[in-house]
């Protein structure tokens, strides 16, 4: 059983370039959540994508944005990079449950550095 | 900013010590869990403790929860150098916002 896939691994961009981050759910899930972790921090959550709608927010501005697709996967695009974007990037999946009770199932990451 | 905070930012143990961490909160919750990282990758789910629950045991965990002081404690008992790790609690803030506290770096030398 496959778990949450994250694409690409690493990335380099430049200041002012736009990037997409893909993320594959683990198989049974319907819940994408998209963390930004930098270097020494806890993850901080971005967003949360449910029936292809973004649920929630995080303290995030509009350059980062997302989307889900009908099989639950889950892109997340981030505009104008900054340096201070410079992160790793986690998507985690989850089985929505009206308790709460949610296990968080996450990716490996997506490397990115904007220089 | 975080809304969860661990302590100690960072533990250094020798192998077969017990490693104690301890995570506080402010708003109520209905759940609290625990997440392990090691080396910058994803975060691995290691135990999950509910508001009505005051402790749970997950082989070498123990997690403890304490809701009137609004804070639990992970206990990892007779550590091997494979624990070496981040760990994190984390909670719901609202209804679909899941929040990470700073975490705790664990150092267990062989």
């Known amino acids: 059983d496959a778990g949450v896939t994250q694409s690409p691994t690493h990335l380099i961009k430049t200041r002012g370039q736009q990037v997409t981050l893909r993320c594959s759910p683990k198989?049974?899930?319907?819940?994408v959540s998209w963390y930004q972790q930098a270097l020494g921090q806890g993850p901080q959550f971005i967003f949360q994508?449910?029936?292809?709608?973004?649920?929630q927010r995080g303290n995030f501005p509009d350059r980062f944005s997302g989307h889900q697709f009908p099989n639950y996967s889950s892109e997340l695009n981030v505009n104008a990079l900054l340096l201070g974007d410079s992160a790793l990037y986690l998507c985690?999946?989850?089985?929505?449950?009206?308790?709460?009770?949610?296990?968080?199932?996450f990716g490996a990451g997506s490397r990115l550095t904007v220089l | 900013s975080q809304q969860g905070e661990e302590d100690p930012q960072a533990l250094s143990i020798q192998e077969g010590e017990n490693a104690t961490m301890n995570c506080s909160y402010k708003?109520?919750?209905?759940?609290l869990q625990w997440y392990r990282q090691n080396s910058g990758r994803g975060l691995v789910h290691l135990i999950l403790?509910?508001?009505?629950?005051r402790e749970k045991h997950s082989g070498r965990l123990r997690v403890t929860l304490d809701t009137s002081k609004k804070s639990s404690s992970l206990l990892i008992t007779a550590s091997r150098a494979a624990d070496t790790a981040s760990y994190f609690c984390?909670?719901?803030?609202?209804?679909?916002?899941?929040?990470f506290g700073t975490g705790t770096r664990l150092k267990v030398l062989a």
């Open positions: 985690a999946s989850s089985l929505y449950r009206a308790s709460g009770a949610n296990v968080l199932t």
């Open positions: 708003t109520s919750i209905n759940n």
């Open positions: 198989s049974g899930h319907d819940t």
């Open positions: 984390g909670r719901y803030s609202g209804t679909y916002k899941y929040i």
């Open positions: 403790i509910r508001s009505n629950e």
């Open positions: 994508y449910y029936e292809e709608e973004e649920r």
